[in-house]
């Protein structure tokens, strides 16, 4: 469609489409001129209307013989004004249409054609009604939660007693992937966390001459709290997305109804293998995050609090037990499951567009981090209590 910019198409329906001339007993008289269809139907309306108004008639007579092309758009045009006039009690009258104009205007019953009344807008809907539609968006997004959360279950006892029904060359590129390509950002980041911790900790500790105990506190919160958490988010940040993505891509390519016609389940052969990765890498990031963190809080120690690295590695054996270890990991194994579960149930969501799998993809990661951060204070509460 061409599209003009309004002062162009105004001057032009005012000239080109339509004359309107007024005579001294006030009756008005509307000429179309030319091609009245959908592209300027919408401006001349406008004008026109705007026209009559201004000039306020006492009759207004109508002449489509110099039209050489008139559609439903016009019939519209003329609707209009006619309702207008009528609802001002000022008559309206049509020249002798030419026969291609006629022939539109009995089609579509022009003389008895009677306009409905512009719908009214609706009413804010009371807190009632927002209520009971949150609450129903809820109950739909609850269900869908533990729907594929029985679906992956059922998958896993499924590929546990048939093992050959998984592809275990996708899981072992999967964990590549999820595992090995995250050392880097996950060694940096935990070694940063540990020179920060053992630098701030320092500050207080040597007031109290206690600086020695800084490798308990930077292993400590390391092994049991902050290196599971820290390198769940990351993965959260990396893996997470990538899986929403990837599968709300094939979502959008029909590629996973593809899969159901094959007889393949979408679940098994899409989502179980990125569980299975993740549960089996995030661990050991863990433990080199861990390991990282531990050596920024060397480094802090050996060069700024005078310690020996002897001493330094002697007091972090002495904090750190069996199952400080086993926490931290058994933390890991089960934030690995929740943000790979989490990121393929939104991938399975997508509907629509390519959009939609950056909105699949933001929401996996916001939501992977918000169940770490729940399944955390769980984990802590639990200990508490341990």
Known sequence: MNMRSPTVETARAKTEFYNVVTSKDGAVGIQFIGRIDHQVAAVI??????????????????????????????????????????????????????????????????????????????????????????????????????????SVVLCMLHAARHPKSLRWGDILVLMQKTGVDAVPIVGLISFLLGLIMAFVSSLQLAQFGASIYVARLVALSMVSELGPIMTAIVVSGRSGSAFAAEIGSMRISDEIDALFTMGFSPTLFLAVPRIIAAVLVVPLLTLFSDLFAIIGGLVISVTMLD????????????????????????????????????????????????????????????????????????????????
């Not at 054609?113 to 968006?137: Q, S």
């Not at 996996?364 to 209590?385: K, P």
Request: hydrophobic share 50%; proline share 4%.
């Open 307 to 386: 310690l020996t690295v002897s001493t330094y590695v002697d007091q972090t054996i002495k904090a750190l037990d069996l199952f400080e270890f086993m926490w931290g990991l058994s933390k890991s194994v089960v934030f690995a499951a929740l943000i790979s579960w989490i990121a393929c149930l939104r991938g399975f969501e997508v509907r629509g567009g390519s959009a939609e799998v950056g909105n699949a993809a933001t929401s996996a990661v916001v939501s992977g981090i918000f169940l770490i951060i729940l399944f955390d204070s769980m984990f802590a509460v639990i200990r508490s209590y341990w």
């Open 45 to 150: 309306l406008k004008m026109l209307l705007d026209d009559v108004k201004h000039r306020r008639p006492r009759q207004v007579t109508v002449d489509l013989n110099r039209v050489t092309y008139f559609d439903d758009f016009g019939v519209l045009i003329l609707a209009e004004l006619r309702n207008w006039l009528d609802e001002n009690q000022i008559p309206f009258r049509l020249v002798q249409p030419p026969v291609k104009a006629a022939e539109i205007l009995t089609l579509t019953n022009f003389d008895n054609m009677d306009l409905c009344a512009p719908l009214p807008r609706p009413k804010g809907n009371p807190m009632i009604v927002r209520l009971g539609d949150a609450a129903i968006r809820t109950a739909d997004n609850v269900r869908h939660l533990v729907s594929f959360l029985g």
